[in-house]
């Protein structure tokens, strides 16, 4: 396996830009696309030597990770194309054979890729190293479904996790356990600006976030937004024409 960055540094995607991942072999596969940038693309051409990239492994549709594929497929028409929806369970990724691990959440299409034999699980955007995973409320990310991928793939036990941004995780069970307790402690934080009589996602940010950059604010606000929706589904939290409460369980 080889690691391909996609080009497209930035504070959300990190110094070095998106982790993609080749597997060569007798089929070629790719997990993740990229946004096609064209030095990318050089290095995955350059790595094939000559083979035809068989097929891409998506573990979501967000730009940054899917973005690349229409210029992926203007170089090699014939890529298949393995994203969420699939009726495989297993796909074939170079000499290997990868297990397809649904992870909703980060993204209602979200999947990581487990190599059984290595105990390496290619994980997208599920975990990072030195940073959260933004949960996109109004785009259709679930926390609570999130915590359940989460807790679905600690219980796999994969040896590494290998993510869509930053380096592998050599301690998954650990880092799992970190974000586990990070999003308790933001739940408790989000009750508590409500109990002081915050109504709204950019309320709440303003008293359980500190140092915030503008620019990562209305990400902030969609990931309080996504605790609100999941204390709601739990009845503890209420929506009306003057905003947010607590519930009264």
């Known amino acids: 396996m080889l690691v391909l960055t996609a080009h497209n540094a930035s504070p959300w995607t990190g110094p070095s830009g998106n982790n993609t991942y080749l597997f060569s072999g007798r089929e070629p596969a790719l997990i993740d696309a990229g946004v096609g940038n064209a030095g990318h693309l050089a290095a995955l051409d350059a790595a094939l030597a000559g083979q035809s990239l068989a097929r891409v492994l998506l573990t979501h549709g967000h730009p940054d990770h899917a973005g ?3 210029a992926i497929r203007s170089k090699w028409p014939s890529v298949d194309v393995v994203r969420f929806g699939t009726p495989l369970t297993m796909v074939k990724a170079g000499h290997l054979e990868l297990r397809i691990v649904p992870t ?15 105990g390496d699980m290619y994980c997208g955007d599920l975990v990072r190293i030195g940073g959260s995973i933004v949960i996109p409320a109004s785009k259709g990310g679930d926390l609570r479904k999130y915590l359940d991928s989460l807790r679905r793939v600690r219980e796999l036990a994969p040896n590494r ?8 995780v050599e301690d998954p ?41 503008p620019s990562l604010l209305a990400a902030a606000a969609d990931s309080v937004l996504a ?9 503890r939290a209420l929506v009306g024409d003057d ?4 519930g009264d369980r």
């Open 68 to 70: 690349g594929l229409d």
């Open 104 to 118: 909703p959440g980060h993204a209602p299409d979200h999947l990581c890729f487990l190599d059984e034999a290595a």
């Open 161 to 168: 996790l290998l993510p869509g941004h930053g380096p592998i």
């Open 173 to 213: 069970a650990s880092l799992i356990d970190e974000y586990l307790e990070h999003r308790a402690r933001r739940e408790k934080e989000v009750i508590a600006a409500l109990s002081d009589g915050a109504k709204t996602p950019e309320a709440i940010v303003g008293r359980v976030y500190t140092n915030l950059a």
């Open 227 to 235: 605790h609100l929706v999941k204390l709601h589904d739990e009845g």
């Open 243 to 246: 905003g947010w409460r607590l």
